[in-house]
């Protein structure tokens, strides 16, 4: 068990490593900031001295390193757009996003296993047939359109709820959240029910298919034959058998939360590491850019790693210590 996170821990660090270097590479041919700091007015001496202080004169290989070593000190470089440091950038609107994302990755998980558990318990029911067929909407439409749709039918024309920004929020330490306002959670319901339709609908749909694929095996029937319950067949043998192939999806699922979140904070104007990163894109801030690519795969990594432990926790023929060759 020690030996295989020592493993993965180490295969993640080549990951971020190969990650922040796609990251360089890419946004060396985005455009030139200096052409979105500097005015009209600038003068050849002006652009050689910022180009000179802001370091874009080393090297390629050295910008890179210099960026890796801020990175382990909890550094990623000073934003060409704000002037600030990108990690108080970071600080500022990563528990705006964090929040959305555990919101919407709670509704997406909860809903989609209930959903998938009644929807093949009751395959034949007209609830269930109904259930799978709205459920098309979430596969079909995009983002954006399911955004617009719910800001035009619960903001504008039934007036229940904000269409955008964050809500009254409250500062806990460093933290801000809008969890212990009024207007900070029915803020969050309508992007979280954006973001987390998708997601939901591909968890609910695939628990659906592994619990009917489960339920016609062998050793269900025997189960039944042997006079256990049908809530013990269902939920103590079927649903457990279930969950093995359902954690991979959902694990990157929900890792893609955090990605997706680009769309819903830009139709809400969520202010939270999406929207940062689309405006650092107009004024190509590279720092705050590369930053971000490397929070999503930090992220991203993380949950893998969360998937690959509860692999051991759900299958215990991964438990079992393999004979060793003589």
Avoid: C
């Avoid at 039918?153 to 212990?180: C, D, H, K, M, Y």
């Amino acid at each position: 068990m020690i030996a295989f996170v020592i493993r993965r821990v180490f295969q993640s660090i080549v990951v971020l490593l190969i990650v922040g270097l796609i990251a360089f590479l890419m946004f060396r041919y985005v455009g030139d900031p200096i052409e979105s700091l500097l005015g009209q007015e600038r003068t050849f001496e002006d652009i050689a001295n910022l180009r000179e202080r802001l370091g874009l004169n080393d090297p390629f290989i050295v910008q890179y390193f210099n960026f890796l070593w801020g990175a382990v000190q909890g550094e990623f470089g000073i934003s060409y757009r704000a002037g600030v440091p990108v990690s108080q950038l970071i600080g500022e609107r990563l528990p705006a996003t964090l929040e959305l994302a555990f919101v919407s990755g709670l509704f997406a998980l909860v809903g989609g296993l209930a959903l998938g558990v009644y929807t093949a318990l009751r395959r034949k029911g007209f609830i269930a047939t109904t259930i799978m067929t709205t459920s098309l909407i979430g596969v079909s439409l995009p983002t954006f359109l399911i955004g617009i749709a719910l800001i035009w039918i619960f903001a504008v024309e039934l007036q229940w709820l904000p269409s955008n920004g964050r809500g009254e929020v409250v500062q806990i330490g460093g933290w801000t959240t809008g969890f212990l306002t009024v207007s900070g959670l029915q803020s969050l319901i309508l992007p979280a029910i954006t973001l987390g339709l998708y997601q939901l609908t591909l968890i609910m749909r695939l628990v659906r298919s592994e619990m009917l694929e489960v339920l016609r095996t062998d050793y269900i029937k025997f189960a039944r034959a042997r006079g256990l319950s049908a809530r013990a067949v269902n939920f103590g043998h079927a649903l457990k058998n279930t969950m093995i192939p359902v954690i991979t999806i959902t694990g990157l699922q929900l890792g893609s939360i955090v990605a997706f979140a680009i769309i819903t904070e830009t139709v809400f104007q969520w202010p939270g590491v999406g929207l940062m990163f689309i405006n650092a894109i107009n004024f190509v801030d590279i720092p705050v850019m590369a930053t971000y690519l490397m929070l999503i795969a930090v992220f991203f990594v993380l949950v893998n790693l969360i998937v690959d432990l509860l692999y051991f926790a759900v299958d215990p023929r991964l438990r079992v210590e393999r004979p060793t060759s003589k």
